[in-house]
DNA sequence: CTCGGGATGCGT
DNA sequence: CGCATCCCGAGG
C-alpha cells in the first residue's frame, strides 16, 4: 500500500464536479506516482481546463473517436495522450461521460523528483507516465492524487491557454490556472 | 491509403 | 524561429 504520510487520497467525487471547479481545486494537491518501488511525489501549481465538445481546443470537440474515448469515460482516469511524437501529456477526466478534463501541466518536486516538471511533457518524463498509463484509475496504486489535511493557501492566476491559438475565441478565454508567483510555473 | 497538423521542449 | 517524430482523424 503506497501512501503519502499525512496526505489524503482524493475521492471519486472531487473529479464528478463541474470542470472549472476541479482546476482550480487541483492547486496544491499532490501528484502521486509509483514506479519501480519509487514513490513520486510533486505538487501541483499549474493547471488548464478543457471544457468538452464545444471547446475547440479540447481534443473532445473531435466527437467520441478512439483517442477521445478516455476523455469521454467516468471521471478520476487519467487521459495520457502523446504529442509531437515524442512527448506526453497527463489530464483528469471531470464530470463523467462530458469529454472534459483538466491537463497537468507543473509540479513543484516534494518527493523523489528526478528531472524537470516545468511543463506538461517534462512532468510526464519525469515521473514515467506514457501511454501505457492511459485509461487509469486515479484511485489505484500507481498514479493517483492527493490533497493535505489542511487547505492550501495561495494565490491563483487566470490566463489563457497555452498553445492552443487555433481554437479561436476558446484561446482567449481564461482557462488556464497556476500558483501565482511559484517559480515551477511554466514561462511562455 | 495519403496527408496535414499537433494541449511541447530545446537549440539557434 | 526551426525542428524532431509519430499518432490521429479526415478525406479519397
Redesign the pocket.
Known sequence: MTAVPGWLRLPREFYQRDTLSVARDLLGTLLVREHEGVLMAGRIVEV?A?LGPADL????S??L????AT?FGAAGHA?V???????H?M?VVTEGGTGT?V?IRALEPVCNVDG?T??????CRTLHIDRRLNGEDLLGERLYLAAAREPYRCRVARRP????D?AGAWARRLLRFYVSGNPYV?RR
Open positions: 488548464e478543457y481546443a479540447a481534443h473532445s473531435k466527437g473517436t478512439a483517442r477521445t476523455m487521459y495522450y502523446m504529442i509531437y511524437g515524442m512527448h501529456c489530464n478534463a491537463l524537470r516545468q511543463g506538461p511533457a517534462l512532468l491557454r497555452i498553445g492552443v487555433y511554466s
